[in-house]
């Protein structure tokens, strides 16, 4: 299993633009999340999603989108690029109806200018 | 809002026991305390878990207190690798709840 894989490692966008963060798991689980983590600070939830076409926010979720079509992939979309959402990002996932860890991905460094 | 309150940093000599405190007060009935680390920027990686009672793994051993209102992380042997920043969590069960990280505790292990 390669668990929970995230492209790509590194971005820098412009103010304006837009892009989109890929999360994929292989592990079959049902929820899958992502989180924003800013220089010293804990991680804050973005969205999060507790199977296929199901969707919902988190704590902090301003200026993103998700979709869930399948039940592998949970990609994070940027629509309009701020300098506020620099930030380190990581995607999550979990099987659901158990106490089982939630396992992170290595996480995708985006800066915006 | 984190449910739990960690200090803000410990050190460690490399070699010896990393007893890291977590109280969680308000903590209900069907919440578990997981512990997860962050090395250096990475994911964070799970540690361990409990309902009420002691666990151990292969990483660590989970204190828990009989009221359940406290918890310590006991790393047996700390090495250098085991320097990261440390998180308390508590989560009830069934794998739905989002986790909520607060700021953690840094440990440093020291040569």
């Known amino acids: 299993n390669a668990g929970v894989t995230q492209t790509p490692k590194f971005q820098v966008l412009k103010t304006g633009q837009s892009m989109t963060l890929q999360c994929a798991q292989d592990?079959?689980?049902?929820?899958m999340s992502w989180y924003r983590q800013d220089p010293g600070m804990g991680l804050r939830l973005i969205h999060y999603?507790?199977?296929?076409?199901?969707?919902d926010q988190g704590e902090v979720p301003n200026g993103y989108n998700v979709s869930r079509s399948t039940t592998e992939d949970f990609p994070l979309r940027l629509l309009s690029a701020a300098p506020s959402q620099t930030s380190v990002y990581f995607c999550?996932?979990?099987?659901?109806?158990?106490?089982?860890?939630?396992?992170f991905g290595p996480g995708t460094r985006l800066t915006v200018l | 809002d984190a449910k739990t309150t960690q200090p803000t940093s410990m050190d460690c000599a490399e070699g010896r026991a990393a007893n890291l405190p977590c109280n969680h007060s308000?903590?209900?009935?069907?919440?578990?305390v997981y512990w997860y680390r962050q090395i250096h920027s990475q994911g964070p990686q799970y540690i361990i878990h409990?309902?009420?009672n002691n666990e151990t793994n292969e990483m660590a051993s989970l204190i828990i207190t009989e009221d359940r209102k406290s918890s310590t992380l006991i790393l047996p042997h700390a090495t250098l690798r085991d320097t990261a920043v440390y998180y308390c969590?508590?989560?009830?069960?069934?794998?739905?709840?989002?986790?909520?990280f607060g700021k953690g505790t840094k440990l440093t292990v020291n040569p």
């Open positions: 999550a996932s979990n099987k659901l109806g158990s106490t089982d860890t939630q396992y």
């Open positions: 592990m079959n689980h049902e929820y």
């Open positions: 999603s507790v199977g296929a076409g199901i969707t």
């Open positions: 308000t903590i209900s009935g069907n919440e578990y």
């Open positions: 409990g309902l009420k």
């Open positions: 969590i508590v989560r009830p069960q069934g794998g739905s709840e989002k986790l909520v």
